[in-house]
């Protein structure tokens, strides 16, 4: 894994908490069958020394310091699995807090429901709460990390005179970002609940192909953010996958923004971002995608994978929330929100610091979402221009990392999704292009 690549579960949460209880109770059997080999060596050697002759010839000191040995492993692993009990107790403390918070909006049984285990949790260790919220303070300390750090800054101050941005100084751009991301954080706007729906009369929107053919299923992280239509004509890329036994599945692929001026003829524009991000309405682009995914073919209820760069993750987000679809896979690239998905939707989400579009989403959910195979990948690019961390290059050369860094989240979205893309009869391809007709 490159220096400047981490990846985690989510959050403050570095491995999903169950995977770090699977780990202690395999520490703890280790350190049974330390003490079982320990305890026979013991007794072989109990039945040596009972043959004099023998135990003359073969000595018994080795088999005493060999006892030994294994006994001081046992308390070590016993040691050790206590400790990842601990943590495992004290990341599923996170987990279950994070994702009560986000219940309780429009789920307020199913957050109540969650309270008898965290009960449990508090009871059983007097210590667990403060290290919980030593672990979320920990994470909110460093979610915005070179947001302030903005090197346009010093280009902006000039030595002679000081400052050329006037009163407010250097360090103004990354100083004014870090305080609007930490801003966001704190009112959750970025944050989407579970049951969040957008609301309002879904805007017109007329959706066209430009182009069709077939390809082949991708292969990993970096050649799914690749067939996103950056730069192309449509915003839009829905593959149909006829699998082996005739069902048929589908993926899309959704654009970022692609005018900064407000409700034009392109859907993806920052009337869009507004509609989704500040009234939580529908957005003209997102029902473009449920558009383009009905003239491929996708009825309700079908398989669809979502893959999308900024407004186009925001769209992904949205959709796989809406329950319309069985979207089974979400994987983001600067994503502006932060969706709670369900416990059989994993979702991959790539954020480079200082990127101001993904800080939009507050820095992500504390305690992760998804499915136990989700993961977020967060990496540092650099960059001079405070834009050039939201960069769609930069973020294909992060997903590139995820691809070789052989997490073992990694592995499995491999082996139990692109695998099975993989295993397709036919896949059809077609670019759409979304308009407001009535611009």
């Known amino acids: ?56 010839a073969v000595g018994t000191g080795g088999i005493d310091a060999c006892a030994q040995r294994l006994m001081t492993l046992a308390e070590q692993t016993r040691m050790h699995a206590h400790g990842t009990e601990m943590m495992a107790d004290t990341f599923e403390l996170v987990e279950l807090r994070t994702r009560q918070s986000a219940l309780s909006v429009h789920r307020p049984d199913e957050a109540l429901a969650l309270q008898g285990r965290i009960d449990q949790l508090i009871a059983g260790d007097p210590d667990i709460e403060k290290r919980a919220d030593m672990l979320v303070a920990a ?63 879904a805007p017109p929107v007329r959706v066209t192909p430009v182009s069709t053919g077939t390809t082949k299923p991708p292969t990993g992280v970096r050649d799914s953010l690749s067939r996103i239509p950056y730069d192309a004509t449509g915003q839009v890329v829905v593959e149909k996958y006829t699998m082996e036994n005739g069902e048929t599945r589908f993926m899309a692929y959704m654009d970022g923004t692609r005018t900064s001026t407000w409700w034009t003829e392109d859907p993806w524009d920052m009337g869009s971002n507004w509609d989704m991000w500040v009234d939580r309405d529908k957005a003209a682009s997102q029902v473009a995608l449920q558009k383009a995914l009905e003239q491929a073919g996708a009825k309700p209820g079908d398989t669809v994978g979502l893959v999308g760069y900024s407004q186009g993750a925001g769209i992904a987000s949205v959709t796989a929330m809406e329950g319309v679809y069985k979207v089974d896979v979400v994987i983001t690239a600067g994503n502006p929100v932060e969706p709670s998905l369900g416990p059989d939707q994993t979702l991959v989400e790539l954020r480079h610091q200082g990127d101001i579009v993904s800080n939009l989403a507050g820095g992500g959910s504390s305690g992760g979402t998804g499915s136990t195979g989700s993961f977020t990948a967060h990496a540092d690019v650099g960059g001079m221009l405070p834009i050039a961390a939201h960069g769609f290059e930069a973020y294909l050369d992060t997903a590139a990392q995820v691809d070789a860094s052989g997490d073992p989240r990694v592995d499995d979205l491999n082996e139990s999704f692109f695998e099975e893309l993989g295993q397709a009869v036919e896949v059809e391809t077609t670019e759409y292009l979304a308009e407001r007709p009535d611009v």
Not at 13 to 27: F, K, T
Not at 28 to 52: C, F, K, N, S, Y
């Open 139 to 201: 994470w909110q300390q460093t979610r915005f990390d070179g947001t302030g750090d903005q090197p346009l800054d010093a280009l902006l101050w000039h030595p002679g005179s000081g400052p050329m941005l006037g009163p407010l100084g250097a360090g103004t751009i990354g100083g004014t970002m870090l305080a609007v991301s930490q801003m966001i954080a704190r009112h959750g706007q970025g944050l989407l609940p579970y049951g969040s729906k957008p609301t309002g009369e």
């Open 1 to 56: 894994m490159s220096d400047n690549l981490e990846i985690t579960s989510g959050g403050a949460i570095a491995i999903d908490s169950s995977m770090v209880r699977e780990i202690g109770r395999g520490l703890g059997r280790v350190g049974r069958h330390l003490e079982d080999a320990a305890d026979l060596a013991r007794r072989a050697r109990a039945t040596i020394v009972q043959a004099p002759a023998l135990a003359a």
